[in-house]
Structure formats: C-alpha cells, structure tokens
C-alpha cells in the first residue's frame, strides 16, 4: 500500500516566518506534487519534481520554492509566510508517465497551514 | 494553458438516486483521466479513471464516459448513498508526463 507522508498536519505561523513543510513517500516514486486546496479553487499544482534535484513549477509557484534532496523526501518552503498562504497543502507523488499519458497519484494526509 | 472545467459546483440528491458530474478539458493531447474522491478531513483518493483508448468504464455503481471528440467526460454514481457525500475531482494529464490538472471540484451532498 502506497503511503506518502506529511509530518505536519497543522500549523500556524506568523507572517514573515519561514515554513517548512515535508514529504516523504515510500513507493519509489519518481514524481513528487505539492498542491494547493482552497474552496472552489480545486486543487491548484504549485511545484513538482520528476527526479532528485529536478524541478518544475506548476500554476503557483510565486512565494514557494521546493527542494528534492532524496528520491522519497520533496519539502515545500515558504520563504516568508503571508496570510494569503493560508490553506491546506497536498503533497503527493506518481510514477513517471509518458508525455500527456499519467499514473495514479498518492495523496498525503495534508497540512492545514494558518498564517497570521 | 491547460485547463480542466468541472460542474456543477455542488450537487444535492436523494438517497437512491443518480448522480452526474461533468468536466472538459483543454489539452487534446491529454491520455488520462481520474476521477477523486475527497471526504471531509481526509485526502484525495482515487474511485475510478478512465484512458484514451476506452470509451467507458464501470465499477459497480460507479461508472466513467469519456468523449474524447468533445474533449468531455463524466462520473456517474447510481443508487447513491450517504457515505457517497464528499468532494469529487475530476483530472486530465498535462503536457508534461505525470502531472495532473484538477478541476474545481464537486461538492456531492446525498440526502437520506
């Protein structure tokens, strides 16, 4: 059974810190996710990561950068926290698909972050 | 840019009866399409998904179509119950192999 862990399920922080969020999946996964979820807005990709070191920016990438040290281990960081980045965020991560031609993603529990 | 479009935004059924909820994407190119379901408090998890070559596919009282002409495909759920009230999403591949572009997503509320 697939499992990606986030070992932060809620935290809140103050604006200006810096916030790190971490994922770890056991699956030998190539692809690793980062996603935002707010209401209505579905689940929007902020980053994602096809190899170790490797990186892409999703839809929303601006006040995020990612970092994949380890196959298994993808952490998102928050430079400097603002109130609009209150929300849950969804790591996840796939096996390598072919151009347009996907595999199943895992989620993680998800980590409910409030910035005030 | 790629783009996934998901309605409605909410949906209210009786216990027993169908429900359908529809999505159109943008990328023509795009090979796979999973739909997700999300409970309250918990994660995203996979009920059923569907690829190029396959017209429809069914498990058990749920059942996805795909047309790929009109570049649309839908989740039908019949003979729904309670526990089938979640979040249902909808996704399309994107450009780059793996990566997946969601819909707004479903609010799905079965009445007892």
């Known amino acids: 059974d697939v499992k990606v862990t986030q070992s932060s399920r809620y935290l809140v922080k103050r604006t200006g810190e810096k916030v790190f969020l971490e994922c770890v999946q056991d699956?030998?996964?190539?692809?690793m996710f980062w996603y935002r979820q707010d209401p209505g807005l579905g689940l929007r990709l902020i980053y994602f990561?096809?190899?170790?070191?490797?990186?892409e920016k999703g839809d929303i990438p601006e006040g995020y950068s990612v970092s994949r040290e380890k196959k298994e281990r993808f952490s998102l960081i928050l430079e400097s926290a603002s109130t609009n980045q209150t929300s849950m965020y969804l790591c996840?991560?796939?096996?390598?698909?072919?151009?347009?031609?996907?595999?199943?993603?895992?989620f993680g529990e998800g980590s409910w972050l409030t910035v005030v | 840019g790629e783009n996934v479009e998901q309605h409605p935004s909410t949906l209210s059924v009786q216990e027993g009866d169908s429900a359908v909820i529809k999505c159109t994407y943008s990328?023509?190119?795009?090979?796979?399409f999973p739909w997700y379901k999300q409970e309250l408090g918990k994660r995203p998890q996979l009920i059923i998904d569907?690829?190029?070559?396959?017209g429809e596919k069914k498990d058990q009282r749920i059942a996805v179509t795909l047309n790929k002409t009109a570049k649309h495909f839908s989740l039908h759920i019949t003979e729904t119950q309670p526990e089938d009230s979640a979040v249902y999403f909808c996704?399309?591949?994107?450009?780059?192999?793996?990566?997946?572009?969601f819909g707004q997503g479903t609010t799905l509320q079965v009445k007892p």
């Open positions: 990561s096809y190899d170790v070191k490797m990186k």
């Open positions: 699956m030998d996964h190539e692809n």
């Open positions: 996840a991560s796939s096996l390598l698909g072919r151009r347009a031609l996907g595999n199943t993603i895992y």
């Open positions: 990328d023509s190119a795009s090979n796979y």
């Open positions: 569907i690829r190029s070559n396959v």
């Open positions: 996704a399309a591949t994107g450009l780059i192999g793996g990566k997946l572009i």
